[in-house]
Nanobody, 127 residues
């Protein structure tokens, strides 16, 4: 059994910063990569960023490049998303996902590829 728990969401003004976390747990936890997705009301879940456990390679959606940074802590089975210069458009529920397959960035960008999901953490950016 695998559990993914997000934390760190909250309310922040435009231009501000926020750091969210996703902790993975479970005796059977094993993944090739983890990622962040987000979903705003009335919109489809969209890819934000991904990171591979083995080499630390990262992938970002164009909308967040230069503003968001994904990182990992292997010992803690935790990934982070540092979000800077937040915009109202970033408002969404942010979900953590884990993948069982080692693959390329395009694979991780698809929500259908994820094997596990967290419950999400709300990030609200006010203007």
């Amino acid at each position: 059994q695998v559990q993914l728990v997000e934390s760190g969401g909250g309310l922040v003004q435009a231009g501000g910063s926020l750091r969210i976390s996703c902790a993975a747990s479970g005796r059977t936890f094993s993944s090739a990569a983890m990622s962040w997705f987000r979903q705003a009301p009335g919109k489809e879940r969209e890819f934000v960023s991904a990171i591979r456990w083995s080499d630390g390679n990262t992938y970002y959606a164009d909308s967040v490049k230069g503003r968001f940074t994904i990182s990992r802590d292997n010992a803690k089975n935790t990934i982070y998303l540092q979000m800077n210069n937040l915009k109202p458009e970033d408002t969404a529920v942010y979900y953590c996902a884990a993948y069982r397959t080692y693959a390329s960035g395009s694979y991780y960008a698809s929500p259908k590829s994820a094997g596990y999901w967290g419950q999400g953490t709300q990030v609200t950016v006010s203007s």
